[in-house]
Nanobody, 127 residues
Framework: QVQLVESGGGLVQAGGSLRLSCAAS????????MAWFRQAPGKEREFVAR????????DYADSVKGRFTIPRDNAKDMVYLQMNNLKPEDTAGYYC????????????????????WGQGTQVTVSS
């Protein structure tokens, strides 16, 4: 059973930056990828970014490409979401997720592919 704990959310002005952290424990050596999703009130959970745990392959939603990155530290079992040039539409609860299964590249964008989720951290971007 993999446990994920996010941290680093908060309130920031538009144009600012935040870095979210996700710590994995409990069998993280067997995971295939870690991802970030977000969910705003009244909206569905949407894919933000993903990184392959051993391949370092990354994927980003078009809405964040060029502004967000997903670095990881395997030695610490940590993944991050570096968010730059934040916009009010980035306001949402952000969730870290992981899976032990392997999928095609775009299939990793589907939240139902992930068995393990963190509790989420709120990001609010003011205009």
């Amino acid at each position: 059973q993999v446990q994920l704990v996010e941290s680093g959310g908060g309130l920031v002005q538009a144009g600012g930056s935040l870095r979210l952290s996700c710590a994995a424990s409990g069998g993280s050596s067997s995971i295939s990828a870690m991802a970030w999703f977000r969910q705003a009130p009244g909206k569905e959970r949407e894919f933000v970014a993903r990184i392959g745990w051993s391949t370092r392959t990354t994927d980003y939603a078009d809405s964040v490409k060029g502004r967000f990155t997903i670095p990881r530290d395997n030695a610490k079992d940590m993944v991050y979401l570096q968010m730059n040039n934040l916009k009010p539409e980035d306001t949402a609860g952000y969730y870290c997720a992981t899976t032990r299964n392997y999928y095609s590249f775009l299939a990793y964008r589907q939240p139902e592919r992930y068995a393990y989720w963190g509790q989420g951290t709120q990001v609010t971007v003011s205009s």
